[in-house]
């Protein structure tokens, strides 16, 4: 049997050793834009799970899958990292209320978690890492049948998944080309593996669980965001496994908090319940939090000591000041929007976004990054533009766990979240608005302009590194060796196209990256104004996003 400190230990080891290949996972990437970071989103998701894990002491199977489930979930980054949050979900219903497991009940949880991902991905793609997560998982099942044995079930589930991870080129002629196996089912092969070595008595893959938390902000503690008089003296979290029946609402719980302390966050997901609040009464906190279940964990800081002693002090490794502040829902509706760079930032703001999340190619936001984004929203409902293929699934994921209705518009690029911005009328129906956004978005036309990260033979392009790459609405379209020839170039290239499926063109807009100089980008601008004529109104934007040298929205 498997008990709950093994497990524990199992899944840190596995994100350390992840932690340790994830440069190789990431350069299993097919397509050589530098955004192939399947590895690194994988080991920043499971990361967030092991730095939750090393806290516990003495768990149960159930409590180490439900930790790692609700960490892994928040800390989920890029599709890659929503899927492997959504494998360990089901390990946190199936072994539910288990105090120890054996191979039958780690199967089961592993093919639990499989169906979570399947429902969650629209389109499924075979070759990937579902398909060896799913394999891998019926191979399980079969041997549990007749051998309960952890050990004899695990390791029937790793040979699969290794042989499902050879076969994954068979499924996808561009892994097959490309010489590569699928590196998200390659990163879930790295994981179980590390994990089946703890379960025989192996020592545990020594690394830095905090290696691959978010550096961007400093960290400080809870009282160190206060430079006057402090209202409310402890700062007070926990964590509540709900009881089954319990069916009282998460909700009359924040209203009570609210009534004895402010900065109040409660957090509801399904099985768990996690609660900050910052009060002079944390006994009371906790004594209306148990009446939901039973104690996960409990932190509470004195926040007037602290400032006293420290000021600015450094918090536990991975810990750092948020980012959103919690806000409550006072309007009708509100916007979150996913970009990177300062120019991109602010022309959200201006077209009446609340919160804006610092994302997009190689830096995906997490699950969390983005719900708090959304409860820092001072509205009822709040709608989310991604603006990036592979950050809409952490974006869905954030839905359930916000206390505030919240709409998710599958926006793919920048473009597309700018005209769905420009679509919404403050004076139409939700699902009327839902549908002019999207309408609005199907029609804009996106270009993007970057480089090769590396050489690759792609779709019958010889690429060599530091090429420029330039993309249609998300595909290869050409490649390139001068930014300023392939820009021009990709407008005409989409305004032809347009023009032979009979879509008119009225705007052009330049959205200039951080490497462009203002003069490049008006040089750029004047060379599109004359290609396209005199009808089609061109302007330039500095964005200042990193990787992509120029996006072009054409509409």
């Given amino acids: 049997m498997i008990q709950g400190q093994i497990l524990r230990d199992a899944i840190i080891s596995a994100s350390n050793r992840l932690s340790s290949v994830k440069q190789e996972v990431d350069a299993l990437n097919v397509f050589p834009v530098p955004d192939g970071d399947t590895g690194t989103n994988m080991s920043m998701t499971i990361a967030a799970g092991a ?28 599709n890659s990292g929503v899927i492997l949050s959504l494998l360990f979900r089901g390990f946190s219903k199936g072994l539910k209320g288990k105090t120890e497991a054996d191979g039958a009940d780690l199967a089961n949880a592993l ?83 590390e994990m089946q070595n703890l379960f025989q008595g192996g020592q545990l893959f020594e690394g830095d669980i905090s290696a691959d938390a978010p550096q961007s902000v400093k960290s400080v503690s809870a009282a160190a965001a206060y430079d006057t008089e402090i209202t409310f003296t402890y700062c007070t979290e926990f964590i509540v496994a709900r009881d089954k029946g319990n069916d009282r609402n998460p909700l009359s719980l924040r209203a009570y908090l609210e009534s004895i302390g402010d900065c109040v966050v409660v957090v509801d997901d399904e099985d768990i319940i996690k609660v900050h609040v910052h009060t002079n009464d944390p006994g009371k906190a906790l004594h209306e939090g148990g009446k939901f279940g039973q104690f996960e964990t409990v932190k509470v800081e004195n926040m007037r000591l602290q400032h006293e002693n420290a000021g600015w002090v450094e918090e536990a490794p991975g810990e750092q000041v948020p980012e959103f502040k919690r806000a409550e829902p006072e309007n009708p509706y509100g916007f979150v929007a996913v970009a990177a760079g300062d120019g991109l930032a602010d022309l959200f703001r201006d ?13 995906n936001p997490s699950t969390d990054d983005i719900l708090n984004a959304i409860q820092a929203t001072p509205a009822e409902l709040v709608y989310v533009l991604p603006n990036n293929k592979n950050i809409i699934l952490a974006a869905e994921q954030a839905v359930p766990l916000a206390d505030r209705k919240v709409r998710v518009l599958p926006t793919r690029t920048i473009p597309q979240g700018i005209s769905s911005m420009l679509a919404f009328d403050p004076e139409a129906s939700v699902e009327d608005n839902l549908l002019a956004m999207r309408m609005a978005y199907e029609g804009v036309s996106s270009g993007s302009l970057t480089f090769a990260a590396r050489d690759s033979d792609f779709e019958g392009h010889d690429i060599h590194e530091g090429d420029i790459l330039a993309m249609e609405n998300g595909k290869l379209s050409f490649v390139d060796k001068d930014v300023t020839h392939a820009a021009v170039k990709l407008a005409k290239t989409i305004l032809t196209g347009r023009r032979l499926t009979g879509k008119e063109t009225n705007f052009i807009t330049v959205i200039a990256g951080a490497d462009v100089s203002e003069k490049d980008a008006n040089a750029v601008a004047a060379a599109i104004q004359e290609k396209a004529g005199n009808k089609v109104d061109v302007t330039v934007l500095m964005g200042g996003q990193p990787v992509y040298y120029y996006y072009l929205s054409i509409e």
């Fill in 51 to 78: 730095r939750e894990l090393s806290r516990l002491s003495e768990p149960t199977v159930s409590q180490v899958a439900d930790t790692a489930s609700s960490a892994l979930l928040r800390g989920a980054r890029g």
């Fill in 351 to 363: 077209l009446g976004c609340d919160q804006v999340v610092s994302g997009g190619q190689t830096m």
């Fill in 111 to 193: 093919t639990l978690g499989v169906d979570a991902a399947y429902k969650a991905v629209m389109k499924p793609t075979e070759g990937t890492i579902l398909t060896v997560a799913r394999e891998a998982a019926a191979k399980g099942v079969q041997v549990a049948k007749t051998n309960t044995d952890p050990l004899a079930v695990w390791d029937a589930i790793c040979v699969e998944a290794d042989a499902s991870l050879e076969r994954t080129p068979d499924l996808l002629p561009a892994l097959k080309k490309a010489g590569v196996v699928d590196a998200g089912g390659k990163g879930f092969c790295v994981i179980i593996r």
